[in-house]
């Protein structure tokens, strides 16, 4: 039972446009929606959250949406650059007793074009 | 201020072997966490320690042990390992940045580990 699932294995958006990448979840207990970026024989990095009582965070290039009636998120990446390319994971939080339980989505690999 | 690291980067056991993944953080971050990643998943919680002295199962804790040694410390055992354990395996630590459930997980570089 796949509580996270981001549906695109993979996506490829020219230098310069907007990457969006998507993510859907099943359980409404989840506090926290976060996205992961990972690059080859390295741990992921954190990159952005939202809470689940908001609908949008931006950080610079950086914007998730949270769209919670349709348990749906998107990471919007504008403009894409060729550094961005990495495999992006959308995860989900729950608080338990002090430690952040992450249930990750597959990942989607993000190729950006010059 | 090296973050999390994790030892050793590679192995190969045989079937029935044991070992033990080490993992270390700098950051004074009270919980820790396993997850493994295979191809075409996402990372997977193994087992978690919310603080010193505490440690509890995730998603697919089944053939794996832990210790919570201390602050730092946490390690991953495989008493016997099968193939199906062959995974990339990342440590995590976790600190809160603010609010109530808002939380930022560091990971370790991982370690690739084949069994045949």
């Known amino acids: 039972d796949q509580q996270v699932k981001q549906n695109s294995p993979s996506l490829s958006v020219q230098e310069g446009r907007i990457s969006i990448l998507n993510c859907d979840y099943t359980n409404s207990m989840f506090d926290y929606f976060l996205w992961y970026k990972k690059y080859p024989a390295e741990g992921p990095t954190f990159l952005i959250s939202i809470s689940s009582i908001k609908d949008k965070n931006e950080d610079g290039r950086f914007t998730v949406f949270l769209n919670k009636s349709a348990k749906h998120l998107s990471l919007h990446i504008v403009p894409s650059q060729p550094g961005d390319s990495a495999v992006y994971f959308c995860a989900a939080s729950r608080l338990i007793q002090g430690a952040q339980k992450l249930v990750f989505g597959q990942g989607t690999r993000l190729t950006i074009n010059p | 201020n090296a973050g999390v690291t994790q030892t050793p980067k590679f192995q190969v056991l045989k079937t029935g072997q044991s070992m033990t993944l080490q993992c270390a953080q700098d950051?004074?971050?009270?919980?820790m966490y396993w997850y493994r990643q295979d191809p075409g998943m996402g990372l997977r919680l193994i087992y978690y320690s919310a603080s010193e002295g505490t440690t509890d199962k995730g998603e697919v804790p089944n053939g794996y042990n832990v210790s919570r040694l201390n602050k730092r410390e946490f390690s991953l055992r495989l008493e016997s390992a099968a193939p199906s354990q062959t995974s990339v395996y990342f440590c995590a630590s976790s600190v809160r940045v603010g609010g109530i459930a808002n939380y930022e997980q560091y990971f370790g570089p991982g370690t690739r580990l084949t069994v045949t």
């Open positions: 950051m004074n971050h009270n919980s």
